[in-house]
Nanobody, 116 residues
Framework: QVQIVESGGGSAQPGGSLRLSCTAT????????MGWYRQAPGKQRELVAT???????NYAYSVEGRFTISGDYSKHTVFLQMDNLEPEDTAAYYC??????????WGQGTQVTVSA
């Protein structure tokens, strides 16, 4: 099994910045991708950004150019730097680890609220 622990989040004004952190522990040798998803009230969970051990990054169109994902796979830790935040970024953010045999592991979620 893999355990996911998230930190960061909180509140920011439009145009502000926040940083999320996520660490995976347990059977991390099976992880081949980590990233962040988000879910706003009344909406489906959606991809924000992912990163592989090789450094390949994938971003949702809505955050590209504003958010940056980085990672240290020696510690199975990933970060999401969120700049130029918009009210539409308000959501619960979930860290995800994709592992072998089609397994997915999720963090408990951390709230991000962007308002004036």
């Amino acid at each position: 099994q893999v355990q996911i622990v998230e930190s960061g989040g909180g509140s920011a004004q439009p145009g502000g910045s926040l940083r999320l952190s996520c660490t995976a522990t347990g059977r991390v040798i099976t992880i081949y991708r980590m990233g962040w998803y988000r879910q706003a009230p009344g909406k489906q969970r959606e991809l924000v950004a992912t990163i592989t051990p090789g450094g390949d990054r994938n971003y949702a169109y809505s955050v590209e150019g504003r958010f940056t994902i980085s990672g240290d796979y020696s510690k199975h830790t990933v970060f999401l730097q969120m700049d130029n935040l918009e009210p539409e970024d308000t959501a619960a953010y979930y860290c995800n680890a994709a592992a072998s045999n089609y397994r997915e592991f999720w963090g408990q979620g951390t709230q991000v609220t962007v308002s004036a």
